[in-house]
């Protein structure tokens, strides 16, 4: 073997091992991951494994494991009415504003990304600016225009403001998707005899699904989540949505620690799912809007 390929031995060794670095990531990153994971699901966990203790372990011992494990605390509130219904409340509200939300998101970014007339930038800005209005600054005005218009205690008095608060995010992002679809497209569709109607459904929905996808996710999350505007409309039971029955739940069962856990840790587990199925549609869905 000679020299100069003794010399070049070690050299391919340190770039196989920079190579293997740098697919592998540094341990330093991987530590910090870690403890910002451990952060973040440690009050989770913590709530989750409450519900399977009793009042007794919990003040003994705040931070220990059940000892021994109790299913009664959920079994109770599986088997109550209060949590049915207000997973049934939560699911029209998010539905009924996902779809509304999506239908007119998709219309009017349409007409934003594909017609040229005066005050299409205003209008666009104006959606713009709506994201950097939050639903805390207007609650008071809100509520009296709820009021007056009869929807208090009602479903529809938290559909209808939710629904103006998420059009801005879904027009924002639905734009450059429709921008991105080529104007040769449409102009051969046009040779075809296809309508500006035509045109919309046949090629702008199906090209504009992952965005879609996104929008109709992050506009049920929201109204899954939403505590701040049903604490304002909601005054029956009956018409609780789930964040607002667990502060309701809370506050009757208050001396019931464990059980308050229980119903808590179960109210999370729908947006947690839903969360865990979708979150690649998400930032799938955001990248293709960057990209646009």
Known sequence: MSATTLARAPRATQKSRSRTGDKWGSPVTYFIALIFIAVCLAPILYIVLGGFRDNSQITSSPAGLPNPWRIDNYLSVLTGSTFWIE????????????????????????????????GRGAMYALFAAGLMFPLTVAITPLYIL????????????????????ALPTTVIILVPFIKAIPVELEEAAALDGASRLGFFFRMVMPLSIPGVVTTGILAFIASWNNYLLPLFILNDQSTFTLPLGVQAFSSQYSVDTAKVLAFT?????PALIFFALFQKRIVGGLTGAVKG
């Open 87 to 118: 997973i049934g409340n939560s699911v029209i509200v998010g539905v009924t504003t996902t779809v509304v939300v999506v239908v007119l998101g998709l219309m009017v970014s349409y007409v934003l990304a594909r017609y040229e007339f005066k």
């Open 146 to 165: 709820v009021k007056d218009l009869g929807l208090t205690n009602n479903l529809g008095g938290v559909i209808l403001p939710q629904i103006g608060f």
């Open 265 to 269: 840790s179960l109210s999370m587990l």
